[in-house]
């Protein structure tokens, strides 16, 4: 009986929550923005939905091509695919509660730094190992890429060419963006192996899909989960504490092991420096003298603050350019013409990424040939077929898809015409923003040629894979670098052919990877 008066009250309280919410409530001016729903004005619910269910990225841009530039998608939600909302709310809005489902060991990393102060701070630890002028000029990371792509790389896909095997590219993609992370972080000898190690590599991409998952209540919804927990109900899966601990676990035993080298004064020789480790850990010391951790943080705060970095990298690093190298190999092989033209270009710059070097003459990646670490970043850098390649792919499928939220500041502030009161929360999809074809003609199509025509400036403005401003992806340099350089070497060396790309269309999630995670190709030598 109580149901029933229940379910017979609630239409009616509805309604008259949203009259006097409309009218009197602080939310009156978002009134003027067109709703993507028509109960989003006093409920979250359908947006909830649509997260959940996975139609977040497709929903969203759907309603921008009915509704216009800005659409509410919640009582205090709104959503805005222009240049200048862009530049607005990705200027100095600060982040909101979404950000600390990224907390690794209790303890925040630079993304989950909620206000701009403390991520200004924080990011002043290690920002300069990820500046662009350091990353092309670092010998370290020209060695580690040397030896992975020609010790375990390029010998697979041989290997293919030689036997007619084929390979699961996204699985390939991933291990080397883990390893090629890792090694900047805590040195070659000291990262993951995970392009020989197929168990390590498995179990990682397991857990982390896991978590994935089973923390989506604990980011939407942080308030009610925390709350919930406190009386003894668990949102999050056991599965996915399970998968975090597993993680945190395999990067604190990274830490330790390259942390005691450094303290006993024996890294080993053949590894190249721990460049990332070394910056943070000593960073975060001299910053301790000056400002000393309050007793809340703990006596661990120090190594936790930099394992908790560590493991954002790691995460950050192998997922968003595994799945991009794995779309722009996609692209290539429907577009054989276009791939053609590439190795062209590749093969013009000296000395070239030809491999086997022993066989090849001269060869970047020969012994005999000694040229500045910048040598290859730079060219490849400079190379418009190869640039416009991941720039398209990074387009037409940006991995992380969907909106990051920022929060209106105090005051409120005007959003394309709009007025935003103080705390709404607006953010920008890269899913939509690629999208307008007011700008990218065509939009649903791969052209990487838009990319060299009269209308690059244009189109590179609105290019938002990356995020901008201050809280912009540290890590874009040394992930555009090397997407570059592990497209290079086996173009170069290689053409690719689709034997299964089943499923390759991306989920409609924060992170949009293949749905079927995977892409299988076969390749042959040229």
């Known amino acids: 009986m109580a149901f029933l008066t229940l379910g017979l009250l609630l239409p009616p309280l509805l ?20 709703n993507a729903h028509p109960t989003v004005p006093f409920s979250s619910i359908w947006l909830i939905s649509i997260r959940y269910r996975k139609r977040e990225n497709r929903t969203v841009w759907d309603a921008h091509k009915r509704l216009g530039p800005v659409v509410r998608l919640a009582p205090e939600e709104v959503s805005v695919c222009t240049l200048d909302g862009l530049k607005t709310i990705y200027g100095d809005w600060e982040k909101n509660a979404w950000y600390e489902a990224f907390i690794n060991y209790g303890t925040p990393p630079l993304v989950a730094k909620i206000h701009s102060g403390p991520h200004s701070a924080h990011k002043r630890l290690f920002s300069n190992v990820y500046s662009k002028s350091y990353v092309q000029n670092s010998s370290d990371i020209s060695a580690f890429n040397s030896r992975i792509l020609t010790k375990k790389v390029l010998p697979k896909i041989a290997t293919s060419a030689t ?71 668990n949102l999050v899966a056991q599965a996915a504490l399970d998968g975090q601990a597993y993680m945190e676990d395999m990067c604190w035993k990274l830490c330790s092991l390259v942390h005691t080298a450094i303290e006993n004064n024996s890294i080993d020789p053949t590894s190249t420096a721990p460049v990332v480790y070394v910056q943070r850990f000593s960073s975060q010391t001299k910053s301790m003298e000056k400002t000393p951790p309050s007793p809340t943080e703990g006596p661990d705060f120090l190594r936790k603050s930099v394992a908790s970095d560590m493991l954002c990298h790691l995460i950050a690093g192998h997922e968003t350019s595994g799945i991009n190298l794995t779309y722009a190999m996609y692209e290539l092989s429907m577009h054989p013409e276009f791939q053609t033209a590439l190795r062209a270009e590749l093969r013009s710059i000296n000395p070239p990424l030809l491999f086997p070097p022993s066989t090849s003459g001269r060869s970047a990646f020969s012994p005999s040939i000694v040229i500045p670490p910048s040598a290859i970043p730079r060219a490849l850098d400079a190379l418009p077929l190869l640039n416009a390649t991941l720039y398209e792919t990074l387009r037409l499928y940006p991995p992380g898809a969907a909106g990051q939220p920022r929060v209106a500041p105090r005051g409120g502030a005007m959003l394309h015409g709009f007025m935003l009161p103080e705390g709404v929360v607006a953010h920008a999809a890269p899913y939509s923003v690629h999208r307008n074809e007011e700008v990218f003609e065509r939009a649903e199509e791969w052209l990487p040629e838009r990319w060299m025509g009269e209308r690059k400036k244009e189109v590179a403005e609105w290019f938002w894979s990356f995020g901008s401003g201050s809280r912009g992806c540290i890590g874009k340099a040394f992930a555009m670098q090397e997407m570059l350089v592990m497209l290079a070497a086996v173009y170069t060396n290689y053409s690719s052919y689709i034997v299964d790309a089943e499923g390759i269309e991306p989920v409609d999630e924060f992170i949009a990877g293949p749905r079927a995670g995977k892409l299988i190709l076969r390749f042959e030598k040229v």
């Open 15 to 34: 309604l008259i929550l949203y009259f006097v919410q409309k009218n009197f409530g602080r939310l009156r001016p978002l009134n003027a923005i067109p």
């Open 163 to 233: 036997t007619g095997a084929s390979i699961d590219v996204l699985r390939l993609n991933m291990a080397f963006s883990m390893d090629t992370m890792s090694a900047y972080e805590f040195g070659s000898a000291y990262g993951t192996d995970f392009l020989d190690d197929e168990d390590a590599c498995r179990h990682f991409l397991e857990a982390f899909a896991v978590v994935k998952n089973g923390f989506f209540w604990a980011g939407r919804l942080p308030t009610l989960t925390q709350n919930l927990e406190r009386i003894g109900i």
